[in-house]
């Protein structure tokens, strides 16, 4: 190369790009495009939060967490947290049943589980998902009420259990069942007399007795899918849960989930129809989370 | 174990229906299977609240009230229930920005209530000339302890049963819309209700459509 016949400078490169944080760049995406975000998701057969479509969350129990009430626990399926408290009262029994107890149940989620949730009376939304639970602990009761029975026509036990969502990252239904099977489990009530002479119900003198545990007649684990884009994700997260089109609950009993033993509850609700064989298949997953929560001895 | 009425296992009730019976509402329809009685008024397309108006799609409003009783949170799960499965129904992106309003009053109530109220939103949806998908019909099955399923269960029927179903399917035949099992049941038995349902929706759409004419 002939001396002074240097090559001409290349041109400035254009100024690259900032680097942008890939995190902050998905966080913006998810916030943007929620759909296409999960979309791309399924597509490669994971979940946002890297669990297989067909994964349930970690469930957590925390027996006996309120020490003042007859009976609690505290349930975690993942971010969304419920807690269960049992106080028990003395009352009549109805007229037609003068030989049992009472289970009141009441599901509240307040605003400070989630920004969908206002203050001031329950939404609509919020009551059906109360009444939905509540009809399940009625149709397929978790223990014998019978045994609440103090006098026959006089005195009985009413469990009051008070279900507070401290979290909702979706899916409050399963966590709520399991909080509420692990608080009766957990519930000790002093054991008590009737008087006929005053008609007071007055907690045994004797020292030698130890209060008294429920049997549990049954241990129902709540499962629940959501249709998203032809997808079936199981226990769905909030986010997921938002973009639902059709969503599947199945009540299957722990202690009895071979393919034989009887459902106690399927709901299916929304939008896009859905035949047998998918229904089928949540029925099959429910039975294998029920079996693997069983197995885990989480209700025990 | 027999039925007191007489009814075969798989018999439905005799089914009553009217179109238009009430004359403010854009569109109305009452239907009975025999003695349960629904009534459904559709209001709209009409304005929409600013707080509820959705850019994509009408906003549908649903409310069930009972004939006898205060309302509880039994009918808030029912208007939650309905409305899911409305919305999936009806064409709701042929009105955005509008507010679709469904009423339905019980006027009586023995058994078989949720899916008299469905057929009943079907009628009265025709009635208004909203845009369906596809119509649809709904079923209800009870299982006795015995392990007899009956057909379009009466309140008594109910009562004794060891689960309820409700099941809703379209005329398309895609599949079952909504299900609504309660009680302890097992999955054979679901099945054969599921098929069941899925015959007696064909005949309650059938029966709509020469109700229709």
């Known amino acids: 190369m002939a001396p002074g016949n240097t090559p001409a400078p290349a041109p400035a490169p254009a100024p690259a790009p900032q680097p942008t944080d890939p995190a902050a760049a998905a966080a913006a995406i998810k916030k943007l495009h929620p759909r296409a975000y999960l979309a791309r998701f399924l597509a490669a057969g994971v979940r946002p939060d890297a669990r297989q479509p067909s994964h349930f969350r970690t469930l957590r129990i925390t027996p006996s967490a309120v020490s003042t009430a007859h009976g609690s626990a505290l349930a975690h399926l993942g971010q969304t947290t419920v807690l269960c408290a049992i106080k028990a009262e003395v009352a009549v029994p109805a007229l037609d049943k003068p030989d049992r107890g009472f289970l009141v149940v009441n599901l509240d989620l307040p605003p400070l589980c989630s920004g969908k949730h206002r203050p001031g009376p329950p939404a609509a939304e919020a009551q059906a998902l109360a009444h939905q639970f509540a009809g399940y602990v009625e149709s397929a009761p978790i223990v014998d009420l019978a045994k609440l029975c103090i006098a026959e026509r006089s005195a009985c036990w009413v469990l ?141 | 174990m027999t039925r007191t009425s007489g009814r075969s296992n798989g018999t439905m009730r005799p089914l009553r229906s009217a179109k238009g019976v009430l004359n403010r509402a854009d569109g109305s329809g009452r239907f009975a299977h025999d003695k349960t009685t629904v009534l459904c008024g559709v209001y709209g397309p009409v304005e929409v609240k600013l707080r509820d108006e959705q850019l994509d799609k009408a906003t549908l409003e649903v409310i069930f009230k009972q004939n006898i009783g205060l309302t509880s949170t039994r009918e808030k799960f029912l208007e939650s229930f309905l409305k899911e499965t409305l919305e999936a129904l009806i064409m709701t992106n042929l009105h955005p920005r509008t507010l679709i309003q469904i009423t339905f009053q019980t006027l009586q109530n023995d058994g078989s209530l949720l899916s008299a109220a469905f057929n009943a939103a079907c009628m009265a949806l025709m009635n208004a000339g909203i845009p369906l998908h596809s119509t649809f019909a709904s079923v209800s099955l009870c299982i006795l302890p015995n392990g007899d399923i009956f057909l379009d269960p009466t309140a008594d029927e109910e009562e004794q049963a060891e689960s309820r179903h409700v099941f809703v399917f379209d005329s398309r035949r895609e599949g079952a819309y909504c299900v609504h099992s309660d009680g302890p049941f097992l999955q054979e038995k679901f099945d054969k209700c599921y098929d069941y349902a899925a015959l007696s929706a064909k005949v309650i759409l059938d029966y709509m459509k020469a109700a229709r004419e």
């Open chain 1, 160 to 300: 009051y259990a008070d279900l507070l969502c401290l979290n909702d990252d979706g899916n409050v239904l399963d966590a709520a069942v399991a909080a509420l099977v692990a608080a009766l489990r957990s519930v000790r009530l002093p054991r008590a007399e009737y008087d006929d002479d005053d008609g007071a119900v007055r907690a045994s003198t004797d020292a030698t007795n130890r209060p008294i545990t429920l049997p549990i007649l049954r241990t129902p684990v709540a499962c629940s899918f959501a249709v998203v884009d032809n997808h079936l994700l199981a226990d769905p997260t909030a986010d997921e849960a938002a973009l639902a089109s059709a969503s599947v609950t199945v009540l299957v009993d722990a202690d009895r989930s071979a393919d034989s033993d009887p459902l106690l509850a399927v709901t299916k609700r929304g939008g896009t129809p859905l035949s047998k064989p998918q229904l089928a298949q949540c029925i099959a997953l429910a039975r294998n989370r029920a079996r693997a929560v069983s197995s885990a001895g989480l209700l025990a």
